[in-house]
């Protein structure tokens, strides 16, 4: 690879510079000169040494800070304080209860590097989607009860509702910014999936199709969406402080479902050919005479599951059950969630006797998860779907 990133590059400057900025903003602590180096070239193909190293150079320190010799980080995102703490690499498993799930206290990004290739037969996740909710400043105001960005519905009916991200509120740098993380995530996931292994991503209405193109422009295959059918709180309002006025219109429409893209690594030859290798490149069916589809009813999580995993984004256990079980058709192989949240991906896993590998950034989610893994394996969803 180093041979070909020290030839000519084919990218105007503007193209090789953005690629900087997009892997390096993404990265929790700073980066040594290399890795950027081996991001950039994953990001947008071949590009000269040179190159990267005369932009850190010539823009030290007016848009990046030298941490130390050959690292760099981009000016206010420093890897000093608690964004050091991810390089301690805190791991969490319970041997002698749950054997088959492994999870991380790390940025994905960096610890997505850091994988063999081919190390990994699906993706279920649940990701920041709308991302600027899950910076710091806008979690301390929702774990403040202050709401932030985040929507904190009224009770109704003696039911307390979970907050809601306001997507509407996102800026166009900030939804550009969407577009790039899932770009270069797909860019940096892709090689260390098998062929054939399938990532489905949750989404929403609203910003679906930007994290789907990003996920295709990375070189995954679209293969359709996975319906889950559930009522949410979002749409469905009047207008703002005109309520009475326009008691007959609805802003948008009330959403009624949640849609999880399905993508996939290319297969090595059919699916048989792909199926015989890697045991990857289909889905589990639920029996013999049904396939496994894609519109999937879904209640709303409910109170008693989201005691024991009080995550604002805590999908229910009977939803992620299905989906995780199918996604490993020969019902071998290890699923990861590089955005676990408060562990239920690996919880459904573990429920259904797979193995699995999640990755958390946030310290106070992932010790949520060090507790909640053991008591969502343990929920018996009561047979609802």
């Not at 690879?1 to 929790?28: C, N, T």
């Not at 969490?92 to 590097?113: G, M, N, Q, Y």
């Not at 307390?160 to 996931?189: G, H, K, N």
């Not at 604002?312 to 996604?327: D, E, G, H, N």
């Amino acid at each position: 690879m180093r041979a070909m990133k020290d030839q000519p590059s084919r990218y105007p400057p503007g193209r090789v510079r953005d690629a900087i900025f997009h892997v390096m903003s993404l990265s929790s602590r700073p980066l040594s000169v290399k890795e950027i180096e081996d991001r950039v070239y994953r990001v947008i193909g071949p590009t000269p040494s040179s190159s990267v190293r005369s932009y850190l150079r010539l823009n030290t320190p007016e848009f990046f800070v030298r941490e130390a010799r050959g690292f760099y980080a981009v000016q206010g995102r420093s890897g000093r304080g608690v964004q050091a703490d991810f390089l301690k690499g805190r791991e969490w498993r319970d041997p002698v209860h749950f054997t088959k799930a492994t999870l991380f206290h790390s940025d994905c990004f960096d610890w997505i590097e850091q994988q063999r290739n081919n190390s990994f037969h699906a993706v279920v996740t649940d990701p920041p989607y709308g991302l600027h909710e899950y910076t710091p400043e806008q979690q301390t105001k929702l774990r403040s009860g202050r709401g932030g960005v985040w929507r904190i519905p009224p009770s109704f009916d003696g039911h307390v509702r979970s907050p809601l991200p306001r997507f509407t509120t996102l800026t166009p740098e900030q939804l550009d910014y969407v577009r790039r993380f899932f770009f270069v995530w797909a860019r940096l996931l892709l090689p260390k999936l098998v062929p054939g292994a399938h990532a489905v991503v949750a989404s929403n209405p609203l910003l679906s199709y930007l994290v789907s193109g990003a996920l295709a422009d990375a070189g995954l295959e679209r293969r359709g969406e996975i319906i889950r059918l559930t009522m949410t709180m979002r749409g469905g309002d009047r207008p703002k402080a005109a309520h009475e006025e326009f008691a007959d219109v609805s802003v948008m429409p009330r959403s009624m479902w949640e849609p999880w893209l399905v993508y996939r690594k290319p297969l090595e030859g059919r699916v048989q050919d792909n199926l015989r290798k890697w045991g990857t490149g289909g889905f589990r069916r639920p029996s013999s005479d049904k396939p496994f589809g894609d519109v999937i009813a879904s209640s709303p999580t409910r109170a008693t599951e989201r005691n024991l995993a009080p995550h604002p984004s805590l999908k229910p256990q009977a939803f992620l059950r299905q989906i995780v079980r199918a996604v490993l058709p020969l019902e071998k192989g290890v699923i990861l969630d590089p955005f676990a949240g408060a562990g239920s991906t690996l919880a459904a896993a573990e429920a259904v006797g797979y193995e699995s590998v999640g990755v958390e950034k946030d310290e106070f989610f992932f010790d949520m998860a060090c507790k909640a893994i053991p008591r969502l394996v343990n929920f018996a969803p009561n047979g609802e779907s």
